[in-house]
């Protein structure tokens, strides 16, 4: 039996109880609006990894094709830090993870938002260093501006590497996504029936060595 396709109002309310069940958040404090499937938050909530889980509870609810989070992070006084004692943080989060390059990461702190620049070789590492530092006390927003510089590879291996990946990984998006590779730049075209599965695809993709780049043209069709 066909499953009825969720209306603005539906997936209003399903977002809003997702809030609720979600124990990082304080679902009050969070404005939830949609249009044509896609979901605007708005709000103040206290830390950066609040405003990260709310956006991720939205995207876990069925019938949501898009995500715009507006939400505003302020940081109660009795948790502020100075920028000099988050930079302080900052560096030693860095050199105390055994998945980041530390050596070569450059950061800047600027209203307790920290800006990363420097050099990285997959995008693993990427996502390892904004990771490390996102939970501290006291960040308000990540700016990452890291350059994935990956070994050579060629582009064949690069796309063998992915679709075998997907295949593994994300079985339908196998069937129904195209992937593209030209001087390390990915490019993936096609339809997946979920956020999780988009997730999937573009995981796949940024996990695979060679890669520089990935530019995402899935759509998700419910």
């Known amino acids: 039996m066909t499953r009825p396709m969720k209306n603005d109002v539906d997936i209003q309310r399903d977002v809003i109880e997702e809030l609720k069940w979600d124990a990082h958040l304080k679902a009050t404090d969070v404005g939830v609006a949609v249009r044509d499937g896609v979901v605007t938050l708005t709000g103040r909530l206290a830390s950066w990894p609040a405003r990260t889980a709310a956006q991720e509870a939205a995207h876990r609810v069925a019938g949501v094709l898009d995500v715009a989070n507006d939400i505003e992070v302020a940081i109660p006084d009795s948790r502020a830090r100075t920028d000099t004692d988050l930079a ?69 291996d690069v796309q063998r590497s ?61």
């Open 162 to 222: 992915i679709e075998q990946a997907l295949e593994r990984h994300a079985v339908h998006a196998a069937r129904h996504v195209s992937v593209a590779v030209a001087n390390g730049a990915v490019t993936l075209t096609g339809d997946v029936p979920s956020y999780a599965e988009l997730c999937a695809v573009e995981g796949a993709a940024r996990g695979a060595r060679g890669v520089s780049k990935v530019e995402s043209k899935l759509r998700i069709r419910i």
């Open 88 to 156: 302080t943080a900052v560096r030693s989060a860095l050199e105390w993870d055994v998945l980041v390059p530390h050596e070569r990461i450059r950061t800047t702190i600027s209203d307790a938002v920290v800006t990363l620049q420097g050099t990285v070789t997959c995008w693993a590492e990427y996502d390892n260093v904004a990771r490390c530092i996102r939970n501290l006390t006291g960040v308000r927003g990540i700016r990452n501006e890291l350059e994935v510089v990956p070994p050579t590879v060629s582009a064949s």
